[in-house]
């Protein structure tokens, strides 16, 4: 039986994506070759890129508005020094939400003045700061939509002059907002758009070409744009299972339809944390996550006979960031709301055992 | 049926990898989990990483010698910047066999002095430069073993004090050479190891932590080395596959058995076009490459009746590169004899026919 899937990265993708993609490995296109031994400049492949390229601008709304989405490598984390590489002249601001703001931060600052404009340092990260001001002046604002580690994820976004950067690694086509606020979002495929191995990057191009410094081939915005993501081989099968996924989104009603069920999952799995007295929350509710939601046991002797549960009915992958502990139940694109019910259902049975 | 796949890549795999690959698609290890939704951090998918890693030196014989291996993202086109930004203090030497030695060259001019000490760029890079000198104060000398594009392949590596840096993306796992020489050796996986996606790096610890700029976290190898290539979360299913292959190679008997059949069809086909006076080869016959054969039609106007003939053979991939024009069969590992006996023969229908 295919068990609930609430890892947090790579995680659940659709079934119906899986069953496509495990065929074309094995005979794509009916063209009795496989989907990884073909050459990337084939027109099979080339279609499959500028499918996945297109449908990415379609899903956010972001057709013929002067941006261009990119397939690169290297994850997110390649994304932060690219991101200073190709847009950093003087000083750039920095919202600090955690691990992966963190390294973003440890990655800019090579190439300029960082500027902590806002932080949940104090507290863990398990919240997400507000009211910080963002200096005018800067070439840059950056944040993470959604911190998959402790479970906080941004509501609103800044109102500032300055172009906004955001790592959406974890939440992208989770919900809808006003994508047209941002100048560059980047994000590793393997959380609700595919496997790990491909990262895409979505560019406003008048932001580019204004730094000073040479740029090295493989890191610049430029190059991969004016080569279509095939600068050299891009990532084949990741790019395949993204464009099949972000297909399976639009057919299902896009990103208006998915947030609904996003919505229902986690309205579901966080009244229970909140009802039942066996949980508590890790995070500020305001703050709280619709794709990772933590929590811990007020009463920790009842581990192993939760881990067991949860385990037992067929419950992957929802243990705690190594550095929080606990639990994290993520609930990306693909997670159906029964997979959160049978949660729901084991955080009741242990309840009422106790 | 399936294709005779001559693809200069990402090219052919064997047919029992792939299957296996197809499997893991949909269930991996029997966990009723896909290969892709699974935490990269989890015990199956580490496993899959540590024996990748392992296999890589135990092949090419470099266990216990100072040597680690790591899977990047990339492609070989990131490691022409990687090995210029760890390893160039001041100068380095490099040979100009074509347009992936050429990229290298230019990445690296940004660190330091770039000497090219060899270059067949006067012919159209169809023979591999001799006799050239290394200037010992090399940082390193880099070199391509085997020149997808053109079809030439280095027989011979200098003999030198100075730290070797190859490429070997197109020719690695399929020849024994004293890879002991070598004192990083890179490979895009889409040749003999596996699907586009991720990059086998393999280096000698101590040539590493010498270069006094900072190096940006992912593109920094000792970071790579140090988390045993999860410094982020790694290309999955291109490692997988990866690793399927070379476990394919060694338990065929390793490097030595299949450079016997490597030699069998470059053999079989470099006669043939010798032989049929329809053909020509276009490099010097003393550099030819044993993964990629580059030939022409002596008279072109055959090459609608020859196209179509090896088109209706299932023969795929036979065009040569856009850069060069002619005919490419490429004969990576995974391509059986037979494959190449149906090309050989078709050239031979051809002669028969005229």
Redesign the interface.
Known sequence: ???H?F???????PQEV??K???A??NFND????L?????RSKSFVEVMEKARSLALELLGLENKGYKAVFL??????E??MVAYNLLHKKAAYLNTGTWAN?AI??AK?FGEVLEVGSSKDNHFNYIPKGYTIPEDADYFHCTSNNTIVGTQMKAFPETKVSIVCDMSSDIFSRQLDFEKFDLIYA?A?KNM?????TLVIIKEEILGKVER?I????DYQVHIAKESM????????VY?SMLTMQWLKDLGGIKFIEEVNNKKAALLYAEIDRNSLFTGIVAKEDRSTMNATFTLTDVSLKETFDTMWSAA?I??LNGHRSVGGYRASMYNALPLYSVQVLVDIMQELEAKK
């Open positions: 039986m295919k068990k899937n890892s947090a990265g790579p995680c659940i993708l899986l069953q993609a495990s065929e490995v094995l063209d009795n070759l496989s990884i031994e073909i050459s990337h490598q290297g994850g997110a984390s390649l932060f020094l390294n440890k990655e090579a590793g393997q595919g496997p790990a191995g491909t040479e090295p081939t493989m890191l600068a050299n081989t891009p990532s084949v099968f990741a299972v067929g992957n992958g």
